[in-house]
Antibody, heavy 120, light 109 residues
């Protein structure tokens, strides 16, 4: 059973860079697409992007210019950086592990969520 | 279109059957997965692949697909099933974008 534990700064000022990290315990680190998903207060889920153990990334086109997802296989961790944040980026951010191979796509496990607030 | 569409809200009487639908072109290529989210909690996978339930998910949850529409069915809804439900798949184009429906708020009366 894959378990995810995430952490990072919870309060940012506009124009700063959001940084979150997710540690993976249990299961095989090589068998998933490691993903970041966010949820603004009172709204739905938005996929940000993902990365494989080998470093191959996919990004949401709407965020691609500001997002970097990286992986550290020596620690079974992956990270999210989102630059130039604004108040519109205020959300709960989740890390998740996905199984993805046509025709299958699902998020097997989720982190506990991190509320990130952007305010001056 | 590369979107998934869900009804914003659905209600069901306790013990009755309810269907939550998800419509999108991507569902012609990908099996929808379904997630339950209760207030203040992370989403939980309830259906994956064609119609599989993770360990611990009651068998009153099931899913089916016809054309571009996937349906999550709860047979004999319980009070604890009251939650938001999201469907998920991937974009059929080459950008590998994961898609979520807008979510359906299920009220158990």
């Amino acid at each position: 059973q894959v378990q995810l534990q995430q952490w990072g700064a919870g309060l940012l000022k506009p124009s700063e860079t959001l940084s979150l990290t997710c540690a993976v315990n249990g299961g095989s680190f090589n068998n998933y697409y490691w993903s970041w998903i966010r949820q603004p207060p009172g709204k739905g889920l938005e996929w940000i992007g993902d990365i494989t153990h080998s470093g191959n990334t996919n990004y949401n086109p709407s965020l691609k210019s500001r997002v970097t997802i990286s992986v550290d296989t020596s620690k079974n961790q992956f990270s999210l950086k989102l630059s130039s944040v604004t108040a519109a980026d205020t959300a709960v951010f989740y890390c998740a592990g996905a199984k993805y191979q046509l025709p299958i796509q699902y998020f097997v496990s989720w982190g506990q969520g991190s509320l990130v607030t952007v305010s001056s | 279109s590369s979107e998934l569409t869900q009804d914003p809200a659905v209600s069901v009487a306790l013990g009755q059957t309810v269907r939550i639908t998800c419509q999108g072109d991507s569902l012609r290529s990908y099996y929808a997965s379904w997630y339950q989210q209760k207030p203040g909690q992370a989403p939980v996978l309830v259906i994956y692949d064609r119609n599989n339930r993770p360990s611990g998910i009651p068998d009153r949850f099931s899913a089916s697909t016809s054309g571009d529409t996937s349906s999550l069915t709860i047979t004999g809804a319980q009070a604890e099933d009251e939650a938001d439900y999201y469907c998920n798949s991937r974009d059929r184009s080459s950008n590998h974008r994961a898609l979520f429906g807008g979510g359906t708020k299920l009220t158990v009366l």
